[in-house]
């Protein structure tokens, strides 16, 4: 499958952020084993083109790794360079899009408004993140007028609300802290947590 096709069947991306380097291998082979497919490592945590690299090595073509926080077309280089196959950012900015897709990577950009919706798909955005997602009636509200515009809207989303997301017709969710949130070195216990949680993620989106 392509990576497009990858993030509209299995929906999840796990947003990784600011957990310890040598943790991040683990973290996203558990994971994996838990049936999440698609992971997102912010270039605003620590090595992260190194985290990248060597998540890229150890789990191949069976994890799709993105970079998020990318907020210039070099950053967008390094990351596809390291392995990431999506590129993710807060914000709508051309060149970073132009570089991403010149690259052969997927373009996720991020927007609010309908304006800037609109402007980063017309710029090549392939899935326009929105962020930050207030409320699953919005996302509604946006796909009303701008259905042929594949959204992913990230923040916010947790076990409690999942149900009414997936209501809205977004094509996936960024799911950072209500997953993934673990900023010190890891223990077993952790895991545990984490490989329970991924589950739960994973169960009700196939729901």
Do not use: C
């Not at 009636?137 to 997936?166: C, F, R, V």
């Amino acid at each position: 499958m392509s990576v497009y096709e990858q993030i509209t069947t299995h929906r999840i991306i796990a947003i990784l952020r600011g957990a310890p380097p040598s943790d991040v291998v683990r973290i996203a082979t558990v994971l994996y084993e838990s049936g999440i497919r698609l992971l997102e490592i912010t270039m605003n945590s620590e090595n992260p083109l190194k985290a990248i690299e060597q998540v890229a090595d150890k789990l191949g073509d069976n994890m799709i790794i993105g970079a998020g926080t990318v907020l210039d077309a070099v950053a967008a280089a390094d990351a596809v360079s390291a392995g990431a196959r999506f590129i993710l950012s807060p914000i709508v900015k051309e060149p970073v899009i132009a570089a991403t897709k010149k690259l052969g990577a997927l373009s996720i950009p991020g927007a609010y408004t309908a304006t800037e919706i609109y402007t980063a798909f017309e710029a090549g955005g392939d899935i326009i993140k929105v962020f930050p997602a207030t409320s699953p009636s919005y996302i509604k509200d946006i796909a009303g007028p701008l259905p042929h515009i594949p959204l992913l809207p990230t923040g916010g989303i947790n076990l409690d609300n999942i149900g009414a997301w997936l209501k809205t017709g977004a094509v996936g969710f960024g799911i950072g802290s209500a997953l993934v949130n673990i900023k010190q070195k890891i223990t077993d216990a952790d895991i545990e947590i984490l490989r329970e949680r991924a589950r739960q993620f994973v169960q009700a989106v196939q729901a």
